[in-house]
């Protein structure tokens, strides 16, 4: 995806901050499996422990409920997504999916090339996250301007 210069926000970070029962098993997969950069990490009393992982440009999705199982349709067989879901931009959705999947994460969905010309895959990672992983295969703009596709 070609980079574009957003517009200036009050937001200057946008973090999600997961609770994970097995703090070790997801610090492994996601620094180490999927190659998330750690930032910082911190420990406190009574064994309290954080990692903040570095995952590149954050943006918010906004989807409404047809979009959503539109998405599903598309890139799960209608396998419905949880509320809350992860998506990744990666150089190869399949090489990343079979790291991660080699590291302990369930398939929910094989690759596949979607409507809007990416590569997704889906999976159930830890911390009861569905995560999908998907490549680019060409720029905004040219999607933009395809029926359907458009703002």
């Not at 996601?30 to 992982?53: C, K, M, N, P, T």
């Not at 999916?97 to 830890?126: D, K, M, Q, Y």
Request: charged share 25%.
């Amino acid at each position: 995806m070609t980079a574009q210069t957003p517009p200036t926000s009050p937001v200057r970070q946008l973090r999600l901050v997961v609770e994970v029962e097995d703090y070790d098993e997801a610090l492994a997969f996601y620094r180490d499996a999927l190659g998330l950069h750690e930032l910082a990490a911190f420990q406190g009393e009574g064994e309290s422990r954080v990692a903040i992982l570095h995952a590149g440009a954050a943006t918010l999705e906004i989807a409404n409920s047809a979009q959503k199982r539109m998405i599903d349709a598309v890139e799960a067989d209608g396998e419905p997504s949880a509320r809350l879901r992860v998506a990744l931009e990666v150089d190869s959705t399949s090489a990343v999916t079979e790291r991660l999947v080699a590291a302990g994460a369930n398939l929910i969905a094989t690759p596949r090339e979607t409507p809007w010309r990416s590569i997704n895959s889906r999976l159930a990672a830890p911390g009861s996250l569905q995560v999908t992983l998907f490549q680019e295969l060409e720029p905004v703009a040219p999607r933009e301007s395809r029926r359907g596709l458009g703002a």
